[in-house]
């Protein structure tokens, strides 16, 4: 089952004081006609907390999708060990009550631990004790019966499919899965080759997919755009993430590579207002009309 999974739970907060919030996160899916929502963290709830919050989610027919706490961990394998280990305990905290909560999973990946960008990032150092680190990760997974996700962007270790088909070889871990964001992973020169860009994603790491980040990707500068840098003849070329349907993301070989796999899937509209990530649901989902499949 492939599920839409706006980025709601965020207004998920207990007691009275989060009343007013828990009152728009049930009207908002109501509004978006989803029964699944995704979160950035949760607060540093107990058990107890946690078991309530359940509580309330099963009651208004709702449950959380993808948890992504990536600010929080994002030294995770870092060299300095005090950070890393602040990062682990953060992820493990999250899977604990992401476990409790009956989410989906959750993701991780790292931020500009380096300075953005450092050569660093991408060697092979870098790669071993963020494989390490993973793995360790990956073993607080498996305790708590949760699946973590991982994240691709191209200005961080994973920074392509076959990094990504790498650390799952290298963890082997059932409980990890992958995040997959395919605008994250789009350099210039596939800007007009999403088709294959998607294939080969799905071709090498499809069993795999949890959740699905869903964006579009337009590109600006180099003469092209309509935008005043590209009037002047700037030669520089911006790629951009975009609501869905308003670039050149091939949707349709998305969706029906996503409506073959077996697993339930989550998909999450991400970093929009509101009514555009309405917007961008409501294209996918006349996508998946298309092409047959079905989205909750």
């Not at 029964?35 to 509580?55: H, I, L, N, Y």
């Not at 755009?225 to 050149?248: L, R």
Request: hydrophobic share 40%; proline share 5%.
């Amino acid at each position: 089952m492939l599920r839409m999974s706006p980025p709601l739970g965020d207004m998920l907060r207990l007691g009275d004081e989060g009343a007013e919030g828990r009152a728009l996160l049930a009207k908002r899916a109501t509004v978006m006609d989803v029964d699944t929502v995704s979160a950035k963290a949760f607060p540093e709830w107990s058990d107890g907390e946690a078991r309530e919050a359940k509580g309330w989610l099963d009651d208004n027919g709702l449950r959380i999708g993808e948890v992504c706490p990536f600010y929080q961990g994002r030294h995770l394998g870092f060299h300095d060990p005090a950070l890393h280990k602040i990062a682990i305990e953060s992820y493990s905290y999250q899977i604990h009550i992401s476990a409790i909560l009956g989410a989906r999973c959750v993701g991780f990946g790292w931020g500009k631990e380096f300075g953005w960008p450092s050569p660093d990032i991408w060697s092979e150092e870098t790669w071993k004790t963020r494989v390490a680190a993973v793995a360790e990760l990956a073993e607080v997974a498996e305790r708590e019966g949760m699946d973590i996700a991982a994240h691709p962007l191209y200005y961080t270790p994973l920074k392509s499919v076959e990094r990504c088909k790498d650390l799952l070889d290298s963890v082997g871990s059932p409980r990890l899965k992958i995040l997959l964001d395919l605008v994250n992973l789009c350099e210039p020169y596939m800007y007009y080759r999403t088709t294959d860009l998607v294939n080969h994603a799905f071709d090498e790491l499809g069993e795999h997919i949890a959740s699905v980040h869903a964006k579009d990707v337009k590109i600006a500068g180099g003469g092209i755009g309509g935008g005043a840098q590209a009037e002047k003849g700037n030669p520089i070329v911006h790629i951009d993430e975009a609501v869905p349907g308003t670039g050149v993301m091939d949707y349709d070989t998305i969706m029906r590579r996503l409506g073959k796999l077996p697993q339930d899937i989550t998909m999450h509209v991400e970093h929009f207002e509101y009514e555009d990530t309405i917007v961008g649901q409501q294209y996918i989902r006349s996508i998946a009309r298309r092409v047959g499949v079905e989205v909750n």
